[in-house]
């Protein structure tokens, strides 16, 4: 075996051993030493498989004289060493445990001479052998360039520059801040999952969205320019070239997966150390927001994002929430542990590189060494498996499909290490995917680059469809899947799984696998498995393209699907996969249009040309529907007509409240209300379910009073106010006293943008001032209405943060009380946001009632 290649093997040893002792600490450190000092320390694991180093006595070195030392003394004399042939027959000592026979026996020069040719080729084939490890670490490195040469294409080509004032300048005070003097670029493309830095030399964050809020965008960018700083992609590049040289051994992909954990950990710990652990929860909120982001593309090792994996976003937040500066022990103890990982790397050391000098006739030697694998089995089709030890692991081999077959039988166990050691070609028979809800496989199998060939699947009721069928915790890679025909299975299933590899993959890793269908006309059945698969997938373009190649009833199947799931992103490439002259088209409008859908009709309306938008709108302003009647004056760009017909509308209204009023007995007279002929002090109408119709105050009034209102919100009467009811309103109040001190501050806005944040004045508040919020919005996911300090919007007081419920209506409906523990008093400024989307018709008040006022 070439000596480079032992060197190399021997390293990746070394780096084994090293990995094993970081995972096994890992499990009792993790939570005590620093995050940034977990993701660095892989470092010296790194340079341990890349760099020959070592002691000049090691562990490595002393393990291989011992190997050489029993190969040499079991290995059988080469050729050349054999006795001469001339030897005198007393010095011929036969061999110990041989047969002898008084029979005619070849010579042995005859001998001699039928074992070279054979001889010579083993010898080939294991000195050249490390061409074979060269040649795959180039391919899966010139792999990996091309994947991410593809990735930043399809990045670049969606690529739109921020041309935001605010924006830019926020990025470039962060970046003075963060002490980086190169200009960063910031852009925004629709279809990456979560905000991301892509470029080595030109930096660039992209984010999914320019409708960020203020603080998410100041996280956001913060988090970004800290994986700039601490060159976090080359790191990700020097891991993968890593991967690529040491491609056979399966700890070193375990590594890189560690190490991408440990990136993002590290960084939410430096971005919380200069922010400070107080911001810690409002940090936790960005990469929830991240998480639901406007995309779907999955991002490749090309990108650092911000939330690279969705099932590490639990274990994130606790890390974030439970973050606090390390005391000197702690960082003493990671001083010291960072020495003996040093120190270890250094004495497990590797192969002696004067190994190979000190073995005589090495290379003639190294022809007597029996081959590693025995490939007989290729020929047979035995279901019995041969096993090899490796690294304290055992690995079963696959060499034939009755081998294969057997592993879905149950024959070896589903918990077991499988690693496949010829190309198989499958018989015609139906193939039994490995691995069932009951019993699914939980081990590995490698598929070694080999190739399964004509896997077929054609039962019309299977639910589990693909080479494996429900696997749990289990990786499985490597393999090449060839002329593999499944369209046709599972045709008369409701709920089948579908996946060439994996149908079912519970914690499951499938990776670096090639799969190549059967060549046939793409049917239908073939689209609804693979538009299944790039569902699952969360692939929007590839759904896309997909769900434009389906008929009518499975366009229709899908449409349902989304709809009832309310996944818009979906449901909204689904749309513009439809056919202009789709009749799905109008029936899910008039389905979106009778739920209140806004959400998805709006995507509808994008399909519909004008005479259709204008038929909708005629029965909107039928129906009365005033959030549709909005929606469809502003696609129609008439957005005037609907301002004055909605000014024409509230005049209508206060006309038709005020004769209501009046039919029993309240009367009117500018802002003042009089009932009986009485002034009134507290005009209080309330709906059915206690939220404010109107809430007028004056001071000079002598009676309190509140219109009652049925279970259909029609007036019944007129009734005092107890006063109970005014404590419970107002706070703790004297009914005989003069009211004054009650300001009001009505809150009426026909939108409010997604993301904006309208302010409505700035107030002086005392200690025990009273704050009562009641604002409702007719549409809309999220609306918050708080107070704030001068030159600090990012800090909300007395705030009230409302999501909609299904079936319940959108209101910000709350009372606090200023003082402490909330904060001091002085002078504030109000705020009302939408943070979750566009909010329409957005009515109601808040109210400020002085302590000293009753």
């Known amino acids: 075996m070439n000596a480079v290649l ?26 005590k030493i620093s995050r940034q000092w977990q993701y660095y320390i892989w470092l010296v694991v790194v340079l341990r498989l890349l760099l020959p180093f070592g002691t000049e006595v090691s562990l490595m070195g002393k393990a291989y004289q011992a190997v050489d030392q029993a190969i040499s003394q079991t290995a059988p004399l080469p050729p050349q060493q054999q006795p001469p042939l001339n030897a005198p027959e007393s010095n011929l000592a036969p061999a110990v445990g041989a047969e002898h026979h008084n029979e005619t026996v070849n010579s042995p020069a005859d001998d001699v001479t039928t074992a070279h040719p054979l001889q010579d080729i083993g010898v080939l084939l294991i000195s050249q052998i490390w061409l074979v490890w060269l040649v795959a670490a180039l391919g899966l490195l010139i792999r990996k360039i091309t994947i991410y040469q593809g990735f930043m294409r399809y990045i670049k080509a969606g690529l739109t520059p921020v041309s935001d ?104 710990e430096a971005v919380l150390a200069k922010m400070g652990s107080s911001n810690a929860q409002d940090y936790g909120k960005t990469l929830l927001d991240a998480m639901a982001a406007v995309g779907r593309y999955k991002e490749n090792l090309g990108a650092v994002t911000l939330s690279e994996n969705k099932e590490l976003l639990k274990e994130r937040l606790g890390a974030i929430m439970k973050f606090k500066k390390k005391s000197k022990a702690i960082q003493l103890l990671t001083g010291m542990l960072t020495l003996c990982i040093v120190f270890s790397a250094a004495f497990i050391g590797i192969y002696p590189t004067a190994a190979a000098a000190d ?45 294969l077959r057997a592993i879905g039988t149950g024959k070896y166990g589903m918990n077991l290490n499988y690693m496949q050691q010829a190309d198989i070609s499958l018989s015609a028979g139906d193939w039994v995917p490995i691995g069932t809800w009951d019993d699914p496989f939980t081990g590995t199998y490698n598929g070694n680059g080999f190739e399964i060939t004509g896997l077929t699947m054609t039962d019309p009721d299977a639910k589990i469809i693909g080479l494996f069928g429900v696997a749990k915790n289990a990786h499985i890679y490597n393999i090449t899947l060839r002329d593999y025909d499944i369209a046709s299975a599972g045709k008369n299933a409701a709920n089948k799984s579908v996946g060439a590899v994996l149908a079912i993959g519970q914690g499951s890793r499938s990776y670096d696998n090639f799969v190549y269908p059967k060549e046939a006309a793409v049917s239908i059945k073939d689209n609804s498995s693979e538009i299944e698969r790039y569902y699952k997938a969360d692939s929007l373009p590839l759904f896309e393209i997909t ?31 439809l056919g202009s002259n789709s009749p799905l088209l109008a029936g899910f409008a008039e389905k979106a249009y009778t739920d209140e859908e806004m959400a998805f009709f709006s995507t509808l ?25 909005s929606m469809l004056f502003d696609k129609l760009n008439r957005g005037e007509e609907f301002d004055e017909l909605e000014e024409k509308q509230e005049k209508e209204w206060a006309e038709a409240q005020a004769a209501e ?44 009073i509140k219109i009652v209102r049925d279970t259909e919100s029609k007036i019944t009467g007129v009734a005092y106010m107890t006063e109970a009811e005014v404590i419970e309103l107002l ?18 806005f026909k939108t409010v943008a997604a993301g904006e944040t309208i302010f409505l004045g700035e ?39 409302n999501l909609r419920q299904p079936g319940e209506p959108l209101e910000c409906i709350a009372d606090f009380t200023v003082g402490p523990p909330a904060t001091t008093p002085g002078t504030y400024k109000l705020y009302l946001q939408a943070p979750d989307g566009t909010l329409g018709t957005v009515r109601g008040s808040v109210s400020i009632v002085s302590a000293d006022a009753f």
């Open 661 to 704: 009023y009046q039919a029993v007995g309240v009367t009117m007279d500018g802002k003042d209300y009089y009932y009986q002929g009485q002034l009134v002090n507290i005009f209080l109408d309330i709906r059915p379910n206690k939220s404010v119709y109107t809430l007028n105050m004056n001071p000079k009034g002598t009676v309190n």
């Open 359 to 403: 073995v005589p006739n090495s290379i003639n030697t190294e022809k007597s060494v029996p081959p590693l694998f025995d490939n007989s089995q290729t020929a047979d089709n035995s279901s019995e498996m041969e096993t090899l030890d490796f690294k304290g692991t055992s690995y079963y081999l696959v060499y034939n499909e009755a081998q």
């Open 731 to 748: 706070g703790d109040m004297d009914d005989s006293d003069d009211k004054t001190g009650v300001e009001i501050i009505p809150v009426d």
């Open 547 to 577: 769900f434009s190649r389906l008929d009518e009833n499975a366009q229709r199947t899908w449409l349902e699907k989304l709809y009832a799931e309310s996944d818009f992103a979906f449901f909204s490439v689904a749309v513009r996969g």
């Open 165 to 268: 004032i605010e924006r830019l300048d926020e990025l470039s005070i962060v970046a003075e801040q963060s002490g980086i003097k190169k200009p960063i670029e910031l852009c925004v493309n629709p279809l990456v999952s979560s905000p991301l830095l892509i470029g080595f030399f030109r930096p660039c964050i992209v984010l999914p969205s320019a409708d960020i809020p203020e603080k998410d965008f100041r996280y956001i960018i913060l988090h970004e320019l800290t994986h700039y700083k601490r060159r976090d992609m080359f790191y990700k590049w020097l891991v993968q070239i890593t991967v690529c040289l040491h491609w056979f051994n399966p700890l070193v992909y375990l590594m890189s997966r560690e190490i991408t954990k440990a990136c993002e950990f590290s960084c939410d």
């Open 763 to 801: 107030y002086t508040l005392s200690d025990g001032d009273e704050i009562l919020y009641d604002i409702s919005a007719e549409t809309g996911n999220r609306m918050k209405a708080f107070f704030a300090k001068d030159n600090q919007e990012d800090v909300a007081y007395w705030s009230v943060n």
């Open 6 to 31: 032992k060197i190399f093997l021997s390293m990746s040893f070394s780096g084994s051993l090293l990995i094993l002792a970081l995972l096994f600490g890992k499990q009792f450190l993790k939570n």
């Open 605 to 629: 309306m994008d399909r519909m040309d004008e005479s259709e938008l204008e038929l909708w709108l005629d029965r909107a302003l039928e129906d009365g529907n005033w959030a549709f009647q």
